[in-house]
């Protein structure tokens, strides 16, 4: 059986630094969801977007660490949807298409 410690995406960040993270604002704290709410920016009504991840070379505002390293996500247990649902096709510790993109962008191996 895996524990966290078995995960790499608990200590990779490639995905964070990687990918823009668009969500539901519903997810944010100010509308009763668990996302902080200066960790993202509003886009309108229906869109809201997790601070860094637009830039030319994005880098979420949540995200702790050195990618590759020691990286994780500070907000690990409020993440938005897009955060929680990444990679979960692919069998623990394998990654996906997306996390070996993710990966390869930063100089990593793929996992698996």
């Known amino acids: 059986m895996s524990t966290p410690a078995d995960n790499p995406c ?10 823009r993270v ?18 993202a920016v509003e886009l309108g009504d229906t869109l809201a977007r997790m601070r860094g991840t637009d830039h030319a070379r994005p880098r979420c505002a949540a995200l702790v660490g050195t990618v590759g390293a020691k990286a994780g996500c ?8 897009p955060c929680r649902e990444f990679g979960m096709l692919a069998p623990l510790g394998r ?5 070996a993109r993710a990966r ?9």
């Open 10 to 19: 608990l200590a990779c960040g490639a995905c964070c630094a990687s990918f």
């Open 22 to 39: 668009d969500f539901s604002p519903e997810e944010l704290q100010s509308r009763g969801g668990c996302v902080p709410d200066g960790l």
């Open 74 to 81: 500070g907000i690990y247990e409020w993440r938005p949807g």
């Open 95 to 99: 990654g996906d298409e997306a996390c």
């Open 104 to 112: 390869l962008r930063h100089g990593l191996t793929p996992l698996g």
